[in-house]
Structure formats: structure tokens, C-alpha cells
T-cell receptor, first 113, second 114 residues
Framework: DQQVKQNSPSLSVQEGRISILNCDYT??????FLWYKKYPAEGPTFLIS?????DKNEDGRFTVFLNKSAKHLSLHIVPSQPGDSAVYFC????????????FGTGTSLTVIP | DVKVTQSSRYLVKRTGEKVFLECVQD?????MFWYRQDPGLGLRLIYF???????EKGDIPEGYSVSREKKERFSLILESASTNQTSMYLC?????????????FGPGTRLTVT
């Protein structure tokens, strides 16, 4: 059973606009969340993380929002650039049990110039 | 610079062959992981290891085994490859520091079993 879900397999956005990628989880024990970016034929690279004691974390153009009551997180990219076109995975971990991560199925983002 | 390397980028094997996928990390990380990535299924954990000679099953260990004889090296073994093991295999390592941890991934091995 998929404990981390990304319900949008793909997303297209115009360059300069905001990209919003969504992720839902079911396990209330998850308290640490990460976003990864993956280009074809490469391994995923870490983008940004958030722990459950926060509801927002920013790093440059990337912001992650966490809504614990809704078990929902989102990644905002502003402004979107063509180089952001990639597959984005969210991942969650129950920190108390070690650092085993559960990944979503990914959202393919295309930023149109 | 953080580095996780995998022995092959592309591999083609025949059904029934024994297959070894090697992963090496140079960051002195305690934890190492093997995932497979399939379209529509995301990354699924096969096995992981918290220390040398230690291993834990992930979500889909059937048909696979692992070996960790040295801290920097984690091997994934397909005892008898089958066509349903055609996939992208990703190795990762991680460590816990302060209040954060993340996994660093290798470039992946695209395995085709014919």
C-alpha cells in the first residue's frame, strides 16, 4: 500500500510562473519529509526538506509547505525555469525508527519557455 | 563532494543468470540502500544496511539478496534474474547529523533481463 502519494503524474507550467507539486501521506508517524529532483538517466538529487516541527521551509526559489492535520505537503517553485523540468519525488520518514524513506510515485514537471 | 558510484550504467543479462550490482560511497556513511524505480511506482526499497554485515529487508526483497562486507560498499545480488526484474536500480547512502539527514543517490543502473 502506497504510504506516500503524488496524485499528479505530470504538470506543465509556463516559464516565470509558479509550479506547485503536491504530496499526500497516510502514516501519522512520518515526521520528516524531503523533495528530490531527478533528471533522466541520473540519480535523484536532494532539493529541500522539512521536519514536522515546522510548517514552511524556504531555499531560494523553492519552498515546501507542510500541513500535518491534512497529511499534505507541497513544493512551490517560483519563478519556474526551463531547467526545472524533471521528475520530482517526495519522500517521508518516521525519524524515530531510523532513516528509512518512503517515496511517492513522482510528478513530471515541464516548464515551457 | 559527496559521491555514490554504481558499477554499471547499463546492463543486459539473460533469464536465470546471477547478477551483481555494486555500489560504493566515499562519504563514510553508515547507512546504505538499494531501490528500484519503475514507471508509475516510484522508488521502492529492496534492502538497506545500517552497518557492516547488517542488512534489513525493505518493501520488495523477494528475488534479491545483499552483501555489505565493507562500510563503503553495498552489493545487490539477483540470484536468478527474471524478466520482471528489468528496472532502474538506484543505490543511496545516508548519515544522521544534528537534526537532519538525507540520502545521496548514485546515477543508477538500467538493468534489462531478456
Amino acid at each position: 500500500d502506497q504510504q506516500v502519494k503524488q496524485n499528479s503524474p505530470s504538470l506543465s507550467v509556463q516559464e516565470g510562473r509558479i509550479s506547485i507539486l503536491n504530496c499526500d501521506y497516510t502514516n501519522s508517524m512520518f515526521d520528516y519529509f524531503l523533495w528530490y529532483k531527478k533528471y533522466p538517466a541520473e540519480g535523484p538529487t536532494f532539493l529541500i526538506s522539512i521536519s514536522s516541527i515546522k510548517d514552511k521551509n524556504e531555499d531560494g526559489r523553492f519552498t515546501v509547505f507542510l500541513n500535518k492535520s491534512a497529511k499534505h505537503l507541497s513544493l512551490h517553485i517560483v519563478p519556474s525555469q526551463p531547467g526545472d523540468s524533471a521528475v520530482y519525488f517526495c519522500a517521508a520518514s518516521p525519524r524515530a525508527t531510523g532513516n528509512q524513506f518512503y517515496f511517492g510515485t513522482g510528478t513530471s514537471l515541464t516548464v515551457i519557455p | 563532494d559527496v559521491k555514490v558510484t554504481q558499477s554499471s550504467r547499463y546492463l543486459v543479462k539473460r533469464t536465470g543468470e546471477k547478477v551483481f550490482l555494486e555500489c560504493v560511497q566515499d562519504m563514510d556513511h553508515e547507512n546504505m540502500f538499494w531501490y528500484r524505480q519503475d514507471p508509475g511506482l516510484g522508488l521502492r526499497l529492496i534492502y538497506f544496511s545500517y552497518d557492516v554485515k547488517m542488512k534489513e529487508k525493505g518493501d520488495i526483497p523477494e528475488g534479491y539478496s545483499v552483501s555489505r562486507e565493507k562500510k563503503e560498499r553495498f552489493s545487490l545480488i539477483l540470484e536468478s534474474a527474471s524478466t520482471n526484474q528489468t528496472s532502474m536500480y538506484l543505490c543511496a547512502s545516508s548519515t544522521y547529523s544534528g537534526d537532519s539527514y538525507e540520502q545521496y543517490f548514485g546515477p543508477g543502473t538500467r538493468l534489462t533481463v531478456t
